[in-house]
């Protein structure tokens, strides 16, 4: 199995920046693919960066040139470097990891979310 830690959520103003990390342990060699949601109260659940073991990003259009994803496979983990934020930014976000397929399902995991408020 694979357990996501995730950190550096907070509040923040808008135009500030954060970084958020998700510390991988387990079973990570088996992961393909790394990213990074969020849902806001009343949202449902959005994407927002992926990575992948090769290093390929995606971004949401509403992130892009703005938030960064990378990851530290030294240290197993990957972040979310988030620059220039607004209010529409506020949601929990999530680390998200997906694993390998077997028993006739792909398996993934998740993270417990981290809250970022972006507010004056």
């Known amino acids: 199995q694979v357990q996501l830690v995730e950190s550096g959520g907070g509040l923040v103003q808008p135009g500030g920046s954060l970084r958020l990390s998700c510390a991988a342990s387990g079973s990570i060699f088996s992961i393909y693919a790394w990213g990074w949601y969020r849902q806001a109260p009343g949202k449902e659940r959005e994407l927002v960066a992926t990575?992948?073991?090769?290093?390929?990003?995606n971004y949401a259009d509403s992130v892009k040139g703005r938030f960064t994803i990378s990851r530290d496979n030294a240290k197993n983990t990957v972040y979310l470097q988030m620059n220039t934020l607004k209010p529409g930014d506020t949601a929990v976000y999530y680390c998200?990891?997906?694993?390998?397929?077997?028993?006739?399902?792909?398996?993934?995991?998740w993270g417990q979310g981290t809250q970022v408020t972006v507010s004056s």
């Open positions: 990575i992948t073991s090769g290093g390929s990003t």
């Open positions: 998200h990891a997906d694993g390998p397929y077997y028993g006739g399902v792909y398996h993934d995991y």
